[in-house]
């Protein structure tokens, strides 16, 4: 086990490749030093579980490389990182993200350090707030999803950004069933997280700090 405090996790896909060198030719070399990263693909015909290219900083998952198993390769590449490393935080985003300012990144450990182990935070984000049951409209976007999903009531932070503690990490790995029968990433891991680690969520304008990569970018 490696002791790494702090893991960024940019889940990426074999069509989307290009995104990942864009991101790795940008705002990933600022990166803060105590902070690495990882694009996570999916690898279906592996025969391990996961397999980790060090050199081009590439984590590979088991699972199919589509948008569906998107809950899939977020939930098992958490539990990998576990299997690995001893860590404080794991920072999730999208390869479709540039970071416009990478000292938010500073900001939200320095944030960290100011909490005990009493009043620690263990979910931070754009958080979106379901009040009441809701068919989503995401498959107008992507179009391989199910056109009935019903999301239920409850506080999820937007995938474009979020933190996880490390108690989130172990919490969320028990309901690996769960989530990965579940479609929208997001969604489900605020669903199914332990409301211990929901009592207060670092709400982050992440909108502010990270945009989409532009066809112009490439």
Not at 84 to 103: G, M, P
Request: hydrophobic letters at 35%.
């Amino acid at each position: 086990m490696i002791n790494q405090d702090y893991i960024l996790l940019i889940f990426n896909c074999h069509k989307y490749r290009y995104k990942a060198e864009i991101q790795k030719n940008s705002w990933l070399q600022k990166l803060p030093t105590n902070i690495i990263y990882f694009h996570v693909i999916g690898e279906p015909t592996m025969k391990t579980d996961f397999s980790i290219d060090t050199t081009n900083k590439i984590l590979y998952i088991k699972v199919d490389d589509d948008y569906n198993s998107l809950p899939k390769k977020v939930i098992r590449a958490y539990e990998t990182i576990t299997q690995l490393y001893i860590f404080k935080y794991i920072f999730k985003t999208d390869d479709d993200q540039v970071c416009l300012n990478i000292r938010i990144l500073d900001t939200i450990i320095n944030s960290f350090n100011k909490r005990t182990t009493t009043n620690k935070l263990h979910y931070g984000g754009q958080v979106i707030d379901v009040i009441q049951p809701y068919k989503s409209q995401y498959f107008l976007i992507h179009s391989e999803l199910p056109m009935d999903l019903i999301l239920k009531p409850t506080k999820y932070c937007s995938g474009r950004f979020y933190f996880l503690s490390n108690d989130a990490i172990f919490d969320l790995i028990t309901k690996k069933k769960e989530i990965e029968q579940e479609y929208l990433e997001d969604y489900a891991i605020g669903y199914f997280l332990n409301i211990m680690f929901k009592t207060t969520i670092l709400n982050l304008e992440t909108n502010k700090y990270f945009i989409d990569i532009e066809h112009n970018d490439i």
